[in-house]
């Protein structure tokens, strides 16, 4: 990150470095999160020639989003630790460049605000050993017009995170507010609410009974899980290991996708994050069977450095990345993307 824009008296230096650590920490040296963009970048591409490319149709409509290309903001707490401006600076910029944003319970800014600058949006959602704690702020997503939920299921402990631990107690501002609890003014400051230890596929019926929202289980990186969140009525599910943040060691997303995606058999969407970073690993991932990806750390990294215009250049480029690899594999709609686009991992056995 170049700049810290908006910190102004604050040691700029001392800033990055905390929101360096804070956004792109992971347990232990932070091999997983390493892991998770090593692996798409071992995906061999096998494009396609001698075919017409001349009109690309890349667009995705998903549970009431629309986007120009296969691509989310994945929900990520506490943008107002990494700008000032938070989340309303992130949404206006995907909202300026079409592509759609997931807000992260643990938001700066309360859902109704941020929803007021963005376009369509999914609410993710942890739910914690009360369940009760969480219903104001359901219905508060409902009313703010969120389409989705998506409840994260990789979380029953936080994981082993000192770098980015460090990195967030270094960003604590002067002022003692809070900025990842915007959601919930109506719990008392302290209480946990991360998520139940004995959360189960009773949540997902639930949190779709109380909002009448289609619920998206997000965490998922085996087939009997990504088959019991199906069977427990999920509308879609991401593959993801919360960016290597979790479980050091977990298995690449990259690596746990097919199984997932045959597992699941088409009955539902499959969504894959981590490690994501160009154009290329979109191709990748649909070819490995998911249908749309989210990118959690290149949106932070593009808030921090330039807020929402950061965030609305950053979504552009990525958009043409997208589309112009496309392109480039002889695949200009998402009908004609198979697995023949992708070779065997390099170093698989
Ligand atoms: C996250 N992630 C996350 N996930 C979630 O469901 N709720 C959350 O509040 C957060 N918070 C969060 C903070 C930060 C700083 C990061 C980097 C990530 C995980 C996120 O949704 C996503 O799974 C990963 O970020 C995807 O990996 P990449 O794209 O960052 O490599």
Redesign the pocket.
């Known amino acids: 990150m170049t700049a810290a824009p908006g910190w102004a008296g604050a040691d700029q230096i001392a800033v990055r470095e905390a929101v360096e650590a804070?956004?792109?920490g992971g347990p232990g040296d932070g091999a997983t999160?390493r892991a998770?963009?090593a692996a798409w970048e071992s995906l061999p591409l096998r494009p396609r020639v001698l075919r017409d490319v001349t009109h690309v149709d890349t667009a995705i409509d998903l549970l009431g989003l629309r986007a120009p290309v296969p691509l989310l903001a994945?929900?990520?707490?506490?943008h107002q630790l990494v700008h000032p401006d938070g989340e309303v600076a992130s949404a206006k910029g995907l909202a300026s460049a079409g592509l759609p944003m997931?807000q992260?319970?643990?938001s700066s800014v309360p859902v109704a605000d941020v929803a007021a600058h963005s376009g369509p949006f999914w609410q993710?959602v942890?739910v914690p050993d009360d369940r009760t704690l969480i219903h104001g702020f359901l219905d508060r997503a409902v009313a703010a017009g969120a389409t989705a939920l998506?409840l994260?299921v990789d979380?029953p402990a936080v994981g082993n995170t000192l770098p980015?631990r460090a990195g967030l107690a270094r960003l604590a501002p002067s002022d003692g507010r809070p900025r990842v609890a915007a959601n919930f003014p109506d719990v008392a400051p302290g209480t946990p609410l991360g998520t139940a230890t004995d959360l189960g596929p009773r949540d997902v019926e639930r949190l779709a009974a109380r909002t009448g929202l289609p619920v998206v289980v997000?965490?998922v990186l085996r087939a009997d899980d990504a088959r019991t969140a199906v069977a427990a009525g999920a509308a879609a599910v991401v593959v993801?290991n919360?960016?290597?943040?979790q479980l050091a060691g977990s298995v690449t997303t990259a690596h746990a996708l097919p199984e997932v995606v045959d597992a699941v058999g088409g009955r539902v969407p499959v969504l894959v994050?981590?490690?994501?970073r160009r154009g290329e690993d979109v191709v990748r991932a649909l070819a490995l069977g998911a249908r749309a990806v989210?990118?959690?750390?290149?949106v932070?990294r593009a808030l921090a450095d330039g807020g929402a215009d950061g965030v609305e250049r950053w979504a552009r480029e990525t958009i043409e990345d997208v589309r112009r690899a496309l392109v480039l594999c002889g695949a200009p709609t998402l009908d004609s993307v198979g697995r023949d686009l992708v070779g065997d991992f390099l170093g698989s056995p």
Not at 273 to 276: E, H, L, T, V
């Open positions: 804070y956004v792109h999160v998770n963009v994945a929900p990520w707490a506490g997931v992260s319970a643990g993710q942890y998506v994260t979380h980015f997000k965490g993801s919360h960016g290597g943040r994050d981590g490690g994501i989210l990118a959690g750390r290149p932070a």
